[in-house]
């Protein structure tokens, strides 16, 4: 096998035995970034400079017996998490080249650890959108099909993963903005509960929904990348405080027996595609063959969901991009009348079609004599989601479904519909209101392109998501490997 | 509901956003779209139900009061196009 193919722990094993350097395995990662990256499009910047420096600290502390889980292991991050020194951009002409002074809390907790940065990953702008079609720069293809997308907002990080050239990335998670690529990549994708990861230089979409988690190869490195990331930050003041810290490894355990897992009836509705459908089935019937208890359940509220979130995302996103007036930073006009024009110049220039409509949608839901016709009643119906969910809770453990009601779609299938590409996230938007955890795995394939399952738990209970998903991916033992098909000549 | 035109006029002043004729018509044609799917909201009663700004039950969040270093000068105008004497510099707005 080479070292590119590789998942955390078992790089970790090869490092910690001195069978090769973090540089060598820094150096194997940017030869198969050279080598897929023209097919794939899944970074904005390649970090090679740093990366090689990095890897070096990484040996040395590994030379000083200080080696950790994650020390030499390359690692790309969703362009929307603040960098030192290193531009990042939102994937938006806005942000083209803005360098940030300081490190995102996760980011910095990953280079203490000794992790290897080796790029950062495309998005759809300012993370809005389900395909990375939303990208100022270009559009990330799937390495399972080069003609589809890899689904969005975290695609760059999805698809760099699916395709190699990290051993894992960071993605961001505000209606499924890393479950849903997970899905369509392949790849096993995580977004904790609100408030477990710190949001601190995460450039802010809707902040009382955003989260920070990991793509990774198998649950084990999910569970290896959550720790090394959980865990208050003062600097986020939404960041849980008196938490135990856990190890989330403890919970890799093969024995689901007695757990009580439900799936809700109305996953199960319209805009489901059979290959899906299929998939899911056959993964319950896996989960009961491990002795797991299956029950039905029911979340009524499920439906409205979508709606709650596209008035509640696009209100909070209106206010946090008010930031952007071309002055400390970002893009600004050069041709204007007043002060007034010029922010107006700059922010038409600056931001794209889909982060229009939704600072458009926001800002109506806000507006004097529509604020409580839409804004105050999305909270209510949020209310009533949580509810559900709590319900639900009272008789099960965890609930799986599927992460996604498709495969990747194709390129350019949806980008004239925004009702159509909203439609991507209904089975993920709803675990974002209610702020759970959730992980989608792939369970399957449909017409050899993946299936994601997802799996939701109550706040802060990580630990038995990851426990269903381990028990699952080692019955379920999916192995495909993306194929590069599909390509432009 | 739905929105119109002039309605969308109105919002992009408000979001300090400008749009040409035929973008004008765009959006208006997804917002009304858009806003019919959330209309479905309705269908639900919520008069005795409390909104939810956040999921996890926090208040105020409250720290010594310690002088602490801050972010140089210098970081906090490097990405600024326009500055002068360690400022930012903005268009002139009173005559």
New interface residues.
């Given amino acids: 096998m080479e070292l590119h193919e590789l998942k955390i722990h078992e790089l970790h094993e090869l490092l910690k035995n001195k069978e090769v350097s973090a540089v060598d395995v820094t150096k194997a990662y940017l030869e198969r970034i050279k080598e897929v990256e023209p097919q794939v499009d899944a970074l904005i910047s390649i970090t090679e400079e740093y990366a090689l420096k990095k890897a070096e600290e990484a040996d040395k502390m590994i030379q000083d017996g200080n080696i950790n889980d994650l020390t030499g292991i390359p690692v790309i991050i969703k362009d929307n998490m603040c960098t030192e020194n290193i531009r990042t951009t939102c994937a938006s002409k806005m942000l083209e080249?803005?360098?940030p002074?300081?490190n995102a809390t996760v980011v910095e907790n990953l280079s203490n650890l000794g992790a290897v940065m080796v790029g950062k990953a495309n998005l759809d702008e300012f993370a809005m959108g389900s395909s990375t079609e939303n990208s100022a720069f270009k559009t990330t293809k799937n390495p399972w099909d080069l003609s589809r997308v890899p689904g969005g907002s975290s695609g760059g990080s999805a698809a760099s993963v699916a395709a190699d050239e990290c051993a894992f990335s960071l993605g961001s998670d505000t209606g499924g903005s890393i479950r849903q690529p997970a899905s369509l990549c392949g790849v096993v994708g995580m977004k904790p509960t609100?408030?477990l990861v710190s949001r601190y230089g995460l450039v802010a979409f809707a902040s009382?929904l955003d989260q920070i988690g990991p793509l990774t190869k198998d649950v084990t490195d999910c569970a290896i990348v959550l720790n090394a990331i959980a865990g208050h930050d003062?600097k986020d003041?939404?960041s849980?405080d008196k938490m135990r810290k856990k190890d989330y490894k403890e919970f890799l355990k093969e024995d689901i027996k007695g757990i009580r897992i439900g799936y809700a009836k109305e996953f199960f509705g319209e805009g489901l595609d059979d290959g899906v459908r299929e998939s899911i089935e056959s993964s319950l019937k896996i989960f009961e063959s491990l002795g797991a208890e299956i029950k039905e359940i029911s979340l009524p509220?499920l439906?409205?969901a979508l709606?709650?979130y596209?008035?509640v995302s696009s209100a909070e996103a209106?206010s946090n991009l008010?930031r952007y007036?071309?002055?400390?930073?970002?893009h600004?006009a050069t041709n204007?009348e007043?002060?007034?024009d010029?922010?107006?110049?700059s922010?038409?220039e600056g931001?794209g079609k889909e982060v229009?409509?939704r600072?458009?949608?926001g800002?109506?839901a806000l507006?004097s004599g529509y604020y409580d016709?839409?804004y105050?009643?999305?909270?209510?119906?949020?209310?009533?989601i949580?509810k559900d969910y709590e319900k639900a809770f009272e008789d099960v453990d965890v609930i799986v479904g599927p992460t996604s009601p498709t495969t990747a779609f194709k390129i350019g299938e949806r980008v004239e519909d925004?009702?159509a590409m909203y439609l991507a996230d209904v089975y993920t938007v709803p675990v974002n209101i209610?702020?759970l955890p959730g992980l989608s795995l792939p369970c399957g394939l449909s017409n050899d392109l993946p299936v994601g399952l997802q799996i939701v738990g109550r706040h802060f209970d990580e630990g038995i998501v990851l426990n269903a998903a381990y028990a699952f991916e080692k019955a379920c033992n999916f192995n495909a490997k993306p194929s590069f098909k599909g390509g432009a000549k | 509901?739905s929105?119109t035109k002039d309605?969308?006029i109105?919002?992009?002043k408000?979001?300090?956003?400008?749009?040409t004729d035929e973008e004008l018509e765009m959006?208006s044609h997804?917002?009304d779209?858009?806003?019919k799917?959330?209309?479905?909201?309705?269908?639900?009663n919520?008069d005795d139900?409390?909104?939810?700004?956040?999921?996890?039950p926090?208040s105020n969040?409250f720290?010594e009061d310690e002088v602490m270093p801050s972010?140089?000068r210098e970081?906090?105008l490097?990405?600024?196009?326009?500055k002068e004497d360690g400022c930012?510099k903005?268009?002139k707005?009173i005559e």
């Fill in positions: 080249d803005f360098v002074p300081y609100y408030g009382s003062p003041s939404t849980v509220y439906d409205y709606a709650a596209y008035i209106s008010a007036d071309g002055i400390r930073y970002g600004v204007y007043d002060l007034i010029m922010y107006m110049v922010r038409s931001f229009k409509r600072i458009m949608l800002t109506y507006s016709a839409y105050n009643k999305a909270l209510k119906v949020r209310t009533l949580k925004p009702l209610a702020g | 509901m929105i309605e969308v109105h919002v992009a408000l979001a300090r956003l400008k749009f959006y997804q917002l779209n858009i806003i799917y959330v209309d479905k909201l309705n269908e639900l919520t139900v409390e909104p939810t700004a956040h999921i996890v926090i969040v720290r972010m140089d970081k906090i490097m990405n600024a196009k326009e930012f903005v268009p707005i």
